[in-house]
């Protein structure tokens, strides 16, 4: 994976790079009420869509949007179950695990009027693969080959066994679009980006794309969609520019529906009040997402083992939780999620004591301080919450021995210097694009050249750490070709080995939420995190 690619990933799903615009100039062209109130909804967002090109998008509000307009061959449920979508039933390994036949769905329509099938779907697949998008090693990585074996059945050659493909195609981002109305793309173009339609999307999902702009998209019920109907005629995303316009437009009518992304603390707070009381919906999404501390093992002073450990127990993750998120964000001491199969708490709790104890024989306390840059992303909205209550916090309990000194920079310019080794302290986030243990695991620890301890080539240089154990590097292989609790007990090892040796600290975990207006019904998300926008109607009994 290039450097590129790597920094789109971590800004994959979250839309951090967000860009001004007059709030005056957009909500004067509010064409979105221009409809009878009981037939479209209008959602409001933060995020810029640059791309509705499913080979092309990888921010939150993009992929979200295309939650919309197509949908996958299978869908995580509620309860974490793959559900078929536009495959016909579960996918079939061969005995190797190096290859997955797939059957499709009979009956489905492009927006165009074109038939899905095996072609279209193999089309759209290659079609990611080749076109040059920031997410394309998503196929291009683990599968060798795309297969028509049959009208309606579509084989994948693995290079080798992959754990989790199958949960790979619930990702949003493999939507088939229409061969009819899609251009191909060959590989061996220099240029991949010749391929994409950034305004242009011909899909199979319950909604047709009506507009595209940066700042507003119109999505219209597509009435010959193979499932149960979009609930309402239409879906207007419209951008603003801030938090408090958005909770503004909220409360006056103007939009109906809002996501948190983007949304600052005491306004989600005050927004769950509101639900609390009747006065809005809310729904909250499954915490897909973490957020945590990347350490630089690799150099002083966090090449101590012992700093490391005192940094980990005298975190209160409780305390930062209560103060910078009202308690809307749930303490983590995991790589995983909660809810994530083979998660497990092996992050210490905080313990100042014992945090006390090893910065002494570091030679820490009675008369030396350590003072600790803590690098925080100065345009999220709670990263500076966060280091100024951890550092308030050192402060208090262990002031003889740690001073943590916040320092914020824009998220780009920390994603673009990680692997530079120029943080030693910092506070990222990461949010996989489907839910799977090695998903989350294989960012951070996976490396692929070392000298000793530390990573010089791989995904823990990019992640910050520079951290390198051969044992967790045979798990990470082992859990790849196993089933059941032979793979949930190495995801637990590979956990509880980083644990010891800290170089990453987990915060808490994230989730997407929403709130919408009392006469708004439908309002629930999938298993992936995206709001089901084909559920979302207005109630308009009198």
């Known amino acids: 994976m290039t450097v590129p690619q790597a920094i789109a990933r971590r800004l994959s799903r979250w839309g951090r790079l967000l860009i001004g615009t007059g709030l005056a100039a957009l909500l004067g062209s509010c064409a979105w009420r ?22 092309q998008a990888y921010r939150l509000g993009a992929l979200q949007l295309l939650q919309g307009l197509g949908e996958p061959l299978y869908a995580i449920a509620a309860d974490g179950s793959l559900e078929p979508r536009l495959a016909a039933g579960p996918p079939q390994r061969s005995a190797d695990g190096l290859r ?10 492009f927006h165009d009027g074109s038939r899905f099938d095996a072609e279209a779907m193999a089309f759209s697949l290659r079609r990611f693969r080749d076109a040059g998008g920031a997410l394309s090693y998503l196929i291009r990585e683990p599968v060798a080959a795309i297969h028509v074996v049959g009208p309606l059945e579509l084989e994948l050659e693995l290079k080798a066994p992959y754990a989790p493909l199958e949960r790979l195609l619930s990702f949003i981002g493999l939507t088939p679009v229409s061969p009819a109305s899609t251009p191909p793309c060959a590989p061996e173009r220099p240029d991949g980006s010749s391929c994409f339609q950034p305004d242009r999307f011909i899909g199979t999902g319950p909604f047709r794309l009506g507009f595209h702009s940066r700042q507003q998209q119109r999505l219209e019920r597509f009435d010959d969609y193979w499932d149960t109907p979009a609930a309402s005629a239409g879906i207007d995303v419209v951008r603003l520019n801030n938090s408090t316009a958005l909770f503004g437009a909220l409360g006056s009518g103007e939009i109906d529906l809002l996501f948190s992304n983007g949304i600052a603390a005491e306004h989600q707070r005050a927004l769950t009040e509101q639900s609390r009381e009747g006065r809005l919906r809310e729904a909250v999404g499954p915490a897909n997402g973490i957020e945590f501390f990347a350490l630089a093992t690799d150099r002083p002073p966090l090449d101590d083992l012992r700093l490391r450990q005192a940094l980990a127990l005298s975190l209160d993750r409780q305390l930062i939780a209560r ?11 995991s790589l995983l999620p909660e809810a994530s199969p083979g998660a497990i708490a092996s992050w210490p709790a905080a313990d100042p004591a014992a945090a006390r104890r090893l910065f002494r024989e570091a030679g820490y306390c009675d008369g030396q301080i350590l003072r600790l840059p803590l690098t925080f992303r100065s345009n999220t909205s709670t990263d500076k ?34 692997a530079t080794g120029a943080f030693s302290l910092v506070l990222i986030d990461w949010s996989p694009d489907f839910p799977d243990p090695e998903n989350y695991l294989r960012p951070m620890l996976s490396c692929s050249s070392f000298e000793g301890s530390r990573c010089t080539v791989g995904e823990a240089v990019e992640g910050g750490s520079f951290w390198y154990d051969a044992t967790v590097a045979a798990d990470l292989e082992a859990q790849q ?12 090892r590979i956990q509880q080995r980083t644990a010891t040796a ?3 600290l987990p915060l808490w975990q994230l989730g997407n939420r929403a709130w919408a207006s009392p006469g708004v019904e439908g309002l629930r998300f999938d298993g992936n995190g995206w709001l089901d926008l084909a559920r979302l109607k207005r109630d308009v009994t009198p």
């Open 34 to 55: 221009a409809d009878p109130p009981g037939d479209r909804l209008a959602i409001g967002t933060r995020g810029v869509v640059n791309t509705v090109d499913p080979a």
């Open 502 to 504: 800290v170089p990453y």
């Open 385 to 418: 919450l966060v280091a100024l209550t951890w550092q308030a916090q050192v402060e208090s309990d262990l002031g003889d021995c740690l001073a943590l000194e916040p320092v914020g920079y824009e998220s780009s310019t920390i994603y673009e210097q990680l």
């Open 481 to 492: 070709n196993s089933r059941g609790e032979a793979r949930l007990q190495l995801l637990r």
């Open 100 to 109: 997955l036949r797939i059957p499709l769905r009979e009956g489905v329509l």
């Open 323 to 333: 103060r910078v998120s009202y308690d809307l964000r749930r303490p983590l001491r």
